[in-house]
């Protein structure tokens, strides 16, 4: 019957298709909720239906039509007298969905290979599917948000400093497994996010994760961060530097938990969590390795890039072009382009630091504008040039442009210089930049201007790694010292004569 029919052409990601997939001949191009038991069950999947055509893409609506179908037998068969969904916990409900599974011969899992070419195992399709339906019937939690596990940031009462590429919409609290030390960290958490950035905030999650493992591991009579002393610390610092492998380096973690553990002694009133760490707590930072692509490493990654959707493609030729931060680049504003004195110049938003300007050429130009009209032609006037599909007011996210990235590696088979498959290095892009601009012989500030940089301690790095610009400018000089020694070996003896002779016939 019609009313138990939601049509594909009803729900919005149908509106955001791709005109092929419209096109379409579907021999059923809706959900039957006359499939379903009567009652409750077809008001409740309906919901989620309509919900989730709000949410997904069309083409995972269309895979979710086998996962429905599948679900409305399992429904017939073992629904029982329940009304609706919400009857039984959601446990039961998989522990029924699993058995009829197998009773079928459906496998419960899959394998799964990764966008990095590991290969794990996850729920099959079905399962995830009606999981992800039980947790959208999930009762609605009626407490002040701060109270809660799991913070939605767009419920709290704070203007959270956010990197828009990032689409991060909640904070967990739930991987701390002690209740109070869960609690505390919660309000030094809250305090943090009314001026640091939400990055800032996700590193002191994870160290106060890691150190809440480690008590519960190796202190478990702990409970509060009130009852942490210098000896606790330095028994964690100690096994940090030589039991965890995986956290025998990093500073930074040091001093995240140290601001986590102050605040809190802050507003707790418990002073001697402000005095728990020494100046030499703090593991002396080690110097990044700087890594650059070779031409030839560039070369066969552009080639395939350009074989990516047009407008990643567009995207990653012109990150390369500007040797920008890729936050940087995901940002640009449609009105980034100007000109100054006949010259085509791009301002630069910097998601890190400060706003710039520069000069391009008109190339780069030209392909910038191509992506702008490829924009306004899909979406309409926007705020950035690279979009999110889902949410046009928002820039294209870094995880969409990485996981595409990583899959054509994948499938391309693309190898670094040691037969390696390559990363998703974005910054190599920008360390490959800088190592041109030595080449061409600029002076440090031009540089440091060219890459958004403040000062110019960050140049040296660039001109290191130019071991061909270190070869070409040296190279008179090295002869020259050469012609001096070499003249200096006259007379020495015959055992000399021999030496200068040996080498220069090499």
Request: hydrophobic share 35%.
């Amino acid at each position: 019957m019609e009313e138990n029919r939601i049509y594909y052409k009803e729900l919005p990601c149908y509106q955001s298709a791709k005109e092929k997939e419209k096109r379409r001949v579907y021999s059923e191009p809706y959900f039957d909720l006359g499939e379903l038991p009567e009652g409750e069950l077809r008001q409740e999947i309906g919901n989620f239906i309509r919900k989730r055509g709000e949410e997904v893409s069309f083409a995972t609506i269309l895979h979710d039509k086998s996962n429905f179908k599948y679900l409305a037998a399992f429904l017939q068969k073992k629904a029982g007298n329940s009304r609706g969904l919400k009857d039984w916990e959601a446990e039961k409900w998989l522990r029924q969905l699993k058995a009829w599974m197998l009773e079928k011969g459906m496998p419960l899992t899959e394998e799964f290979k990764n966008v990095y070419g590991r290969t794990s195992v996850k729920n099959s399709p079905l399962i995830q599917y009606f999981n992800s339906m039980l947790k959208f019937l999930e009762k609605e939690d009626g407490r002040d948000e701060k109270e809660k596990d799991i913070w939605e940031l767009d419920k709290l009462d704070l203007k959270i400093r956010k990197n828009p590429i990032y689409n991060t919409q909640t904070i967990n609290f739930k991987a701390i497994s002690q209740t109070n030390i869960r609690e505390e960290v919660k309000n030094a958490i809250y305090r943090h996010l009314d001026y640091e950035s939400l990055g800032t905030v996700q590193h002191e999650m994870t160290s106060m994760r890691n150190f809440s493992d480690y008590l519960k591991k190796k202190r478990p009579e702990i409970q509060s961060c009130l009852e942490i002393d210098r000896a606790v610390m330095e028994e964690y610092l100690i096994f940090r530097m030589t039991e965890n492998e995986s956290c025998r380096s990093g500073s930074d973690q040091v001093r995240k938990l140290r601001a986590v553990l102050e605040s809190i002694g802050k507003i707790y009133n418990a002073p001697h969590l402000e005095s728990l760490f020494i100046n030499t707590d703090i593991p002396p930072e080690l110097d990044p390795e700087f890594k650059v692509y070779s031409d030839g490493e560039m070369k066969r990654l552009m080639a395939c890039i350009t074989k990516l959707d047009e407008q990643i493609a567009r995207c990653m030729v012109i990150h390369q072009m500007l040797g920008t931060r890729i936050s940087d680049t995901l940002t640009l504003r449609t009105d980034c382009l100007s000109k100054a004195n006949g010259h085509d110049m791009i301002r630069i938003e910097q998601v890190k630091t400060r706003v710039y300007e520069k000069p391009i050429s008109g190339e780069l130009a030209d392909l910038i504008k191509k992506a702008m009209e490829y924009t306004i032609g899909k979406y309409g006037k926007t705020e950035y040039i690279f979009v999110n599909d889902r949410n046009t007011g928002a820039p294209l996210q870094y995880t969409t442009v990485k996981h595409k990235v990583l899959r054509m590696i994948q499938e391309e088979n693309l190898r670094d210089d040691k037969g390696h498959y390559f990363k998703f290095n974005t910054h190599m892009f920008r360390h490959y930049y800088g190592v041109k601009l030595t080449e061409l012989h600029l002076d440090d500030w031009t540089i440091a201007r060219l890459l958004g940089h403040k000062g110019l301690n960050s140049v040296k790095h660039y001109r290191k790694m130019s071991n061909q610009l270190m070869a070409d400018e040296t190279r008179k000089v090295r002869e020259m010292m050469t012609e001096i020694i070499y003249a200096n070996l006259y007379g020495w003896g015959a055992e000399y004569e021999q030496i200068r002779q040996n080498d220069r016939g090499k």
